[in-house]
């Protein structure tokens, strides 16, 4: 998941995500280990 703002990055951190890094000025976002046995 990409945020390119403050408020999508601040509505994925809300919602559990973690940060992973930063590349051209986009965030990217992955989900913790405990939800990998949610993925569909």
């Known amino acids: 998941m990409a945020t390119t703002t403050l408020e999508e990055a601040k509505e994925l951190a ?19 280990k405990m939800f990998e046995k949610y993925r569909y």
């Open 14 to 32: 809300a919602t559990g995500f973690d940060n992973f890094t930063t590349m051209n000025g986009i965030q990217i976002f992955r989900k913790p």
